[in-house]
């Protein structure tokens, strides 16, 4: 029995050695170390910290990247690149923090308002060798040059010099075969009927200006007139929107507007008429006979289609009124109404100006926008040219009727689209109370009639420029702006390009009828009131807006 007793403790006893024999043994094992993980902790562009995109920025930026771990020394330059569309930039690169942070900045100054990329692959390595955990990407947009590009000239010189150049636009850039004004810069044979109006009136400006001589500027107005009768297509009297300008044949603007735009026939007939009325010597009768046969022939009241108190924007020979749109206000149509008032020969009712431009009082607006009241129109009050194409011709100024007073009109939404922009809402880059103005233009993604429910950073010279009359020290400083600052962007040819987008860095190439006749026709208003005088004069125009029951100043 005590046998047996010291048997099982020689047991238990050799059994505990073996237990701890097997723990020592599982000690003495060493621990697969854990993986690292390899991240960037924080980016900094001269101070600013884990931005996506900076604007603004200096000629010589220092960015900081800070890391998890240390770096691998070796072909950090290899995994690190500073890039625009067109380069590669050179870059000088200091590791710290203990080879866990880089310094980097260009080797030499940027070129002013440019866009640059910075990237880090994830081929970048630790010290351990461990990769990046991903790709680092970072848009970076140096500043505006604030050195004057021109030297400076007195307000009065500088907006001589602005109509100048952009009347080149149809002076020297017109159609040689009918001297009607191309659409842009690139349409070739292509005219436009709406900007030729716009360009007759630029002509008159021109003559007052001393840019051309009387006689020249009536020869080319006699050569657009004749063209215009003997050449061009008309259906009922109106033109199309685009013409041939060789051939005076119809270019489809699209499939089904292939025939009788009426709204840019009233843009035509706004400059003719306001010719007709300047040029008033015996020797100018036959000029005056030619316009009044091109403006007696548009069969206004048949755009009505079939006599509907409403006018209609397009007809077609070959798809009739499928186009069907009925032309219904707030909107740059007023001038349509009031020459279809004003016709001798066609003309409409009043109710077809109330039920279908003023749609019996639906297009009033009257909410406040930055405390600005908007008599007419959406909210915020559309683009800007809805206060210019109409008012080249009619004065806004004491013009009234049951709906607004159209000098307030004018003259708050510019305000408002004036406020907009200095508010900046959405944030783009370089909008201020020197850089506004929303409008149809051209855009980086196409074209498109900018404006506060439409913003895509996206500023039009023309809209700030055109509302000269209303908001002239607002304008003025945008003009400035403009020339001085950023002429070497924008300043061409014909005045300024279409338009500009700081935020992506963008800048139009192209020049465009309908935004270069505005520039011209209402800074002369500003300066004179040159056009709205003459316009006014014409005897068809009071009959026409008594026909509307509007009041007038004339």
Known sequence: MLKKKINLLNLLFLGMVWLVSCKKTEQAEPLPEP?????????????????????????????????????????????????????????????????????????????YLSKYTFSILPALKS??????????????????????????????????????????????????ESGMARERNTSGDIVTSGGTGFGIMSILVAIERGFITREQGKARIEKITEFLRNKADKYHGAFPHWLNGGTGKTIPFSQKDDGADLVETSFLMEGLLTARQYFNQPEDASLKTGIT?????????????????????????????????????????????????????????????????????????????????????????????????????????????????????VVNHSKINYQYCVTNPKSYNGYSKDCWGLTASDSNNGYAAHEPNNDLGVISPTA??????????????????????????????????????????????????????????????HRSQLLWKHFMAVPEVKTGLKNLNFKSAY
């Not at 950023?486 to 800048?507: C, P, Q, V």
């Open 35 to 111: 993986v690292e993980s390899f991240y960037y902790k924080q980016i900094s562009v001269n101070g600013e910290n884990n931005q996506l995109t900076y604007t603004n920025i200096n000629q010589k930026p220092q960015i900081k990247v800070s890391f998890s771990a240390p770096l691998q020394a070796q072909q950090i330059s290899n995994f690190i690149s500073l890039s625009s569309p067109n380069e590669n930039i050179p870059l000088t690169i200091t590791l710290a923090n203990h080879d866990s942070s880089l310094v980097i900045s260009p080797a030499a100054p940027l070129p």
């Open 127 to 176: 010290a351990k060798g461990t990769p990046l955990n991903t790709t680092v990407l970072v848009s970076l947009f140096t500043a505006i040059d604030s050195t004057d590009k021109f030297a400076r000239i007195p307000d009065e010189e500088l907006l001589t010099l602005v109509q100048k150049q952009t009347f080149a636009y149809f002076w020297d850039f017109a159609h040689p």
């Open 293 to 409: 046969a091109l403006w007696e022939a548009v069969e206004w009241d048949w755009f009505t289609k079939n006599k509907e108190n409403v006018l209609y924007w397009h007809w077609s020979p070959n798809y009739g009124w499928d186009m069907n749109h009925a032309i219904r206000g707030w909107n740059e149509c007023l001038i349509t109404y009031v020459l279809a008032a004003s016709s001798p020969t066609h003309p409409i009712s009043y109710e077809v100006y109330n039920q279908g431009f003023a749609r019996n009082g639906s297009m009033k607006n009257g909410n406040s926008y930055y405390n600005y009241k908007l008599p007419l129109g959406g909210a915020y009050g559309g683009p800007l040219f809805f206060e210019h194409y109409s008012f080249l011709g009619l004065d806004p100024r004491g013009l009234s009727d049951a709906y607004a007073d159209f000098g307030e009109q």
């Open 464 to 525: 700030a420029l055109s509302s000269m009359p209303y908001t002239p020290e607002e304008s003025m400083r945008a003009l400035r702006f403009f020339y001085y600052k950023m002429g070497d962007k924008l300043w061409g040819r014909y005045g300024f390009k279409d338009a500009f987008n700081l935020t992506s860095i963008w800048f139009a190439e192209s020049f465009l009828a309908i935004d270069q006749g505005p520039v011209i026709v209402m800074i002369e208003n």
